[in-house]
């Protein structure tokens, strides 16, 4: 490159400007085309050169009777036996297996084959995509108008610039006109380049602002698109994904129809531009640079390709070891309880062995690519200088002209490599954009808010499960239950217990509208609560969860979360409620009181203290319905009683259906509920259930004795 410089410098004694602008153009041209697009300076969009401006049929309520026990069960035989696979739903930690890359039905569509881009386009995803960037066109429109102004001066700017430099050779006149005229054109020039900056920025702005206005209104619609979704949807689908459809997919879009769009527009008029403006300035050399460039272009653009997809896999292996790394460490009180650390390092360090092994790979390839590209590019600018030097030694062609005619060549090199790069990521922002409309347009199996409002002071809160048979959505294979009928009298308490996995909690989500059954009906003072609405209903229900779930928020913001309206909570309230869940006093042990943020997942708290806070929430909701999951998890004496306390407090006057744990829980409630074989397998009064010598319920009680027992036993 050097020689090439001193070359020109002897021949023709041009300054350092045309080297300078040689070279530049050449990296450009060449990083450009490596990475598949349109070289730019840091900042958004920005040209790099010093003058660039630019129900089930319902199958009838069945007839119940009265159990002859209490009054309140049916006892349906089971119709098959066997239990459904066991899943851990609460506290413990299951880690994903990576290799679940299966789609199932329902969940939304996988990437494409290489990850982002389809092949083609319906014309439907073309309108959504303008209608996405109708509320922004007139901003869009203004965008448009200064990118035209500022390409107009970038592609203007060679052929003004190589005047400047026939002013400064032009043999024959006097220093003094030479200056003059000199100083003209430099100022002349100058308002254009401000006029171009102007432009330039105006547009940078414009799209910018727009494209984020565009992104924000998508994500705001498809963050709504997916909380209203049945639950059975996040059983199906990745929460990563989903989060990558909000945050990535939605960015690629907006970019698409701003950035992406704006870069392919100016390409496409500055490689026409570009173009004519080398056969203006000369025909011949335009002609031979146009036989040269096409097959050069076409052979970097393959091998640009080759190159991405390379890079595709080392990202997918790296996306791999980060998610690994990412769930370990949101886990760490898992990992260290087992004393994982090591082995998990060494888990990571082989995956990271992969990303390197594959990035090798892509150096090499880079590494050639680089070297022939650099290569070629030098090749081409010697043979363009080499027949231009010729044209000029025949005065076919002034100095200025020359370094006319190279800038030309370098922008329409960036323009030609811009237009590969504007075409794979339309083609993303479509990808991006059918993954988007798709979560979009789905309706949810199970509606939000449509149906029955009762009056709820006439409401007396009778819970009953007629025949209801159901199977979880992704496994409708392994029924849950089958034929089970349950009554719970409006204001009584209903302890359900079984073994582990036999649906106690599946109880509660079918009461909730988590999930609707296949077959039967559940109804709440005898309306069926598919008719009623969701909202509504939920509003009636309050839950505690074993392992309830707090928000990495304040205790306060904790509590009001349960009120229908947070914002109308007064301090008092939210004081009373901490203090009827027996949460008040620790409270107030903190420094920050109910200012105290509880962090991700309430993990600042103990056991006890989250589960009376749960309470708290509970008990602000008011809720005529209770649905409790008592807590395992063994509390101290003292917090176990607080708890206790706190929830007897809650399930005052209410109709309350509890999966009990403790032996006090099932001593003091109405009835008992025996969960077992997708049935209820026996149901009354605890003594009555205890008196059964062969009966479930006595099994399980004189289990649980045992195991009382061997627990005191490794106390002591
Ligand atoms: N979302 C789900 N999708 C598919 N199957 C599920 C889902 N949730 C639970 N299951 C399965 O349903 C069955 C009943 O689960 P459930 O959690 O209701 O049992 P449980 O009696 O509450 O158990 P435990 O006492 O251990 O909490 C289990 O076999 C479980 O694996």
């Not at 899943?87 to 494409?112: C, I, M, Q």
């Not at 430099?186 to 254009?192: A, K, Q």
């Not at 709820?456 to 392994?478: H, I, M, N, W």
């Not at 008719?531 to 928000?551: A, C, H, K, M, S």
Request: charged fraction near 20%; include cysteine; aromatic fraction near 6%.
């Amino acid at each position: 490159m050097r020689l090439l410089i001193r070359m020109t410098r002897c021949t023709h004694g041009v300054k350092h400007i045309r080297p300078r602008l040689l070279w530049l153009g050449h990296r450009l041209t060449l990083s450009a085309a490596l990475r598949g697009k349109r070289p730019s300076l840091p900042g958004p969009s920005t040209p790099t050169c010093p003058f660039s401006t630019s129900s089930s049929p319902r199958p009838g309520v069945s007839v119940l009777t009265r159990s002859p026990l209490r009054g309140f069960c049916l006892l349906h035989p089971p119709t098959s036996t066997g239990r459904g696979p066991r899943t851990l739903t609460h506290s413990p930690v299951a880690f994903a297996s990576s290799s679940s890359t299966s789609t199932p039905a329902g969940s939304v569509k996988e990437d494409t084959e290489d990850g982002q881009t389809p092949t083609t386009v319906p014309l439907e995803d073309v309108k959504r995509i303008l209608r996405l960037a109708h509320p922004e066109r007139w901003k869009l429109a203004a965008a448009v108008g200064f990118l035209s102004v500022s390409s107009a001066v970038t592609m203007s700017a060679p052929f003004l610039l190589g005047q400047v430099i026939d002013t400064i050779y032009t043999t024959g006149t006097d220093t003094e006109t030479m200056t003059a005229s000199l100083t003209s054109l430099c100022i002349m020039l100058t308002g254009v380049f401000l006029c171009g900056g102007a432009a330039n920025a105006a547009r940078v702005y414009l799209m910018q602002t727009s494209g984020q206005q565009i992104v924000r209104n998508l994500r705001a619609s498809i963050f709504s698109s997916i909380l209203k979704q049945e639950v059975a949807f996040f059983d199906r689908n990745k929460t990563g994904e989903l989060i990558n459809r909000l945050s990535a997919d939605t960015a690629v879009v907006g970019r698409s129809i701003t950035d992406n769009l704006s870069d392919g527009l100016r390409a496409v008029a500055q490689a026409a531009a570009g173009v004519s403006m080398m056969f203006y300035v000369s025909p011949s050399l335009a002609s031979f640079v146009l036989l040269i460039v096409p097959p050069m272009a076409g052979l970097a653009v393959v091998y640009g390709r080759y190159l991405r997809s390379i890079s595709k896999q080392t990202q997918d292996a790296l996306a791999q070891a980060t998610q690994l790394a990412e769930e370990r460490i949101s886990n760490m009180r898992t990992v260290r309880a087992f004393g994982k650390e090591l082995s998990e390092v060494n888990t990571y360090i082989q995956k990271t062995d992969h990303v390197l092994d594959l990035a090798k790979k892509e150096a090499v390839l880079r590494a050639g690519f680089f070297g022939v590209t650099g290569l070629s590019g030098n090749l081409m600018i010697l043979s363009v200088l080499y027949k231009g030097g010729l044209l000029m030694a025949s005065q076919h062609m002034t100095v200025g002209e020359l370094s006319s005619f190279l800038m030309y060549t370098f922008w329409v090199g960036i323009s030609i490599a811009g237009l590969s790069s504007f075409y794979s990521e339309l083609m993303k922002g479509f990808g991006a954009g059918s993954r988007l409309w798709e979560l979009l347009d789905r309706k949810p199996e199970l509606p939000l808010s449509e149906g029955l409002i009762l009056p709820v002071d006439q409401l007396k809160g009778r819970l009953e499960f007629c025949d209801v048979s159901f199977a979880y959505p992704t496994r409708k294979e392994a029924p849950i239950f089958q034929n089970l009928s349950l009554l719970v009298p409006a204001g009584s308490i209903m302890a359900v217990v079984g073994p582990s996995g036999s649906g106690k909690s599946t109880l509660v989500s079918l009461l909730l509208r988590l999930y609707d059954p296949d077959t039967g009906v559940i109804t709440i003072d005898g309306h069926d609560i598919r008719d009623l609405n969701p909202y509504w209903l939920r509003g009636l229900i309050g839950t505690v969860n074993q392992e309830p779930v707090l928000f990495s928020c304040s205790i306060r913001d904790n509590i009001a979360y349960g009120a229908v309206d947070p914002d109308a909570v007064t301090t008092e309230d939210i004081h009373q409620a901490a203090r009827d869940a027996n949460a008040y006093g620790f409270i107030q042990t903190f420094p920050k009181g109910f200012d105290t943020v509880v962090g991700e997942k309430g993990v600042l708290l103990s056991g006890g203290q989250k589960q009376r806070i749960a309470i708290a929430r509970a008990l602000l909701k008011n809720p005529k319905i209770l649905l409790l999951d008592e807590a395992t998890s063994a509390l101290d004496a003292e917090n176990e009683f607080l708890v206790q306390e706190a929830l007897e407090r809650l399930m005052e006057g209410r109709t309350v259906l509890i999966i009990a744990h403790r032996l006090s829980t099932i001593q003091n409630a109405n009835a008992v509920a025996v969960l077992d074989q997708r049935h209820i397998a026996e149901c009354g009064q605890h003594t009555e259930l205890l008196g059964n010598r062969e009966g479930l319920f006595r099994r399980l009680m004189e289990k649980q004795a045992f195991l009382h027992e061997e627990q005191k036993r490794a106390l002591r």
